[in-house]
């Protein structure tokens, strides 16, 4: 029996995209940072005919949010559909003074969960946040990555510094910027949902042609498989769109980077701040690193959250045993979260590695199967590992006390999980 199409486009406007499939055809390029990011994002608004989402944790009114902000400001006030929507968490210090930046200008702006009354910290599911960094035009650009609208050299909680922080980000042209746009309009329709979800709902069910004709566009790729033709050039490429959510997609970032090192031949790199995967993560890149495959960790040396650092360390010994590289990165704050496996599996995203991203945020990420594309990323990060302190010397027999710290975080993870409504093994 057929689904009721009604309800299948409901689903989509609130629920995001269907599971991930490759799609040839993307021209893709790697960006790192806001200095790199901000300019071609502002560009491709100022060149928007339609309309325009974005959707982010961090919007902050520092130099960077103050040009982004004026792009969206001008082109909604010449006709285009501008719709912001931002964490109510991320962007708990700086809504009166982005609202102020917007002015008299039609962009229509939410807040997911907000936290502008006491009561509101005490409603279910606020530990879940919007933690996607989302921009979609007209259906045909879009820019997924780490990227808050921030300045590389300010962080909200530390200040300026005078080196950028390490991050990234991808501009995507072609049919997937259609699934990054799907995203972003479902947090934005589900941010507005508490005040004004009967016109978002309305306006979903009028506008089923291009939610139908992406619907079509996946049901055509699932036949194809996980991977593109061994024959596919490598300009267009084929990328999948991965997202993490709530109700169809819970495990899929964690599921694609598992699969992803399992099939590892050669290499696996993987740069991240935030670090504590689950059993499962664990035990295939211990698996990797025993069939010889090279597996480096980029980590943070430069901490922001003690608690953080905490938990990724106290798996140190444990891969490091197995042959897994861990490197700690000190030039500045580390906040990428990107991977390269066999220089030709990458992915970009917002995704970190640990119980927030994994099992509860609401996450994006892009993957890309393209050599060019995976050894463009493999220089950024031996640039960033040349200039990184390797962890050294043999991995230490902590003995009760090593048993006792992991239990400690791992009773941590599993005590913050309940709490936000997920029980199970970790």
């Known amino acids: 029996?057929?689904?009721?199409?009604?309800?299948?486009?409901?689903?989509?406007?609130?629920?995001?995209?269907?599971?991930?499939?490759?799609?040839?055809?993307?021209?893709?390029?790697?960006?790192?940072?806001?200095?790199?990011?901000?300019?071609?994002?502002?560009?491709?608004?100022a060149a928007a005919e339609r309309e325009v989402w974005l959707a982010t944790y961090i919007f902050d009114d520092d130099r960077a949010g103050r040009a982004?902000?004026?792009?969206?400001?001008?082109?909604?006030?010449?006709?285009?559909?501008?719709?912001?929507?931002?964490?109510?968490?991320?962007?708990?210090?700086?809504?009166?003074?982005?609202?102020?930046?917007?002015?008299a200008a039609p962009v229509r702006l939410e807040v997911f969960r907000p936290l502008d009354r006491w009561w509101a910290w005490l409603q279910p599911g606020q530990m879940r946040r919007l933690h996607q960094k989302l921009c979609a035009v007209d259906g045909r650009c879009a820019f997924v990555g780490g990227i808050n609208i921030l300045d590389d050299r300010h962080d909200p909680n530390h200040g300026w510094s005078e080196a950028p922080r390490l991050d990234f980000a991808i501009e995507v042209r072609g049919p997937l910027a259609a699934q990054v746009q799907v995203t972003a309009r479902a947090?934005?329709?589900r941010a507005n949902l508490g005040h004004g979800w009967r016109e978002e709902l309305r306006s979903v069910l009028r506008s089923a042609a291009p939610v139908d004709q992406t619907l079509?566009?996946?049901?055509?790729?699932?036949?194809?498989?996980?991977?593109?033709?061994?024959?596919?050039?490598?300009?267009?490429?084929?990328?999948?769109?991965?997202?993490?959510?709530?109700?169809?997609?819970?495990?899929?970032?964690?599921?694609?980077?598992?699969?992803?090192?399992?099939?590892a031949h050669t290499s696996v790199d993987i740069a991240v701040p935030y670090f504590y995967p689950g059993i499962?993560?664990?035990?295939?890149?211990?698996?990797?690193?025993?069939?010889?495959?090279?597996?480096?960790?980029?980590l943070q040396?430069?901490?922001?959250?003690?608690?953080?650092?905490?938990?990724?360390?106290?798996?140190?010994?444990?891969?490091?045993?197995?042959?897994?590289?861990?490197?700690?990165?000190?030039?500045?704050?580390?906040?990428?979260?990107?991977?390269?496996?066999?220089?030709?599996w990458a992915t970009v995203g917002s995704s970190n590695i640990d119980p927030l991203s994994l099992l509860l945020n609401l996450e994006a990420n892009v993957v890309v199967r393209d050599?060019?594309?995976?050894?463009?990323?493999?220089?950024?990060?031996?640039?960033a590992l040349a200039v990184s302190q390797e962890v050294s010397g043999a991995p230490a027999r902590r003995g009760w006390r090593g048993w006792l710290q992991r239990g400690f975080v791992a009773w941590c993870a599993t005590l913050y999980l309940r709490l936000a409504g997920i029980s199970g093994r970790y």
């Open 1 to 45: 029996m057929n689904p009721n199409p009604r309800a299948e486009r409901l689903a989509w406007a609130w629920g995001g995209v269907g599971r991930p499939a490759f799609v040839g055809g993307n021209r893709v390029e790697l960006l790192q940072g806001g200095d790199e990011l901000f300019p071609r994002m502002c560009a491709a608004i």
């Open 68 to 103: 982004v902000a004026r792009a969206l400001s001008e082109a909604a006030e010449r006709g285009v559909a501008v719709q912001l929507v931002v964490d109510g968490f991320g962007s708990i210090n700086t809504l009166g003074r982005l609202r102020a930046l917007l002015g």
């Open 187 to 189: 947090m934005w329709a």
């Open 216 to 263: 079509d566009l996946l049901r055509r790729l699932r036949s194809r498989g996980p991977r593109p033709d061994a024959g596919a050039s490598s300009e267009p490429v084929a990328a999948a769109f991965v997202v993490r959510d709530s109700l169809r997609q819970r495990r899929a970032i964690e599921r694609s980077y598992i699969e992803a090192i399992r099939g």
């Open 280 to 298: 499962g993560f664990r035990r295939s890149l211990r698996q990797a690193a025993g069939r010889g495959v090279r597996v480096r960790l980029l």
């Open 301 to 344: 040396g430069k901490i922001d959250y003690r608690i953080a650092a905490l938990a990724a360390r106290v798996l140190y010994d444990e891969l490091r045993a197995h042959g897994v590289r861990i490197f700690e990165y000190t030039p500045a704050f580390l906040h990428a979260k990107v991977a390269v496996v066999d220089s030709d």
């Open 371 to 383: 050599q060019g594309f995976a050894r463009a990323l493999d220089a950024r990060l031996e640039q």
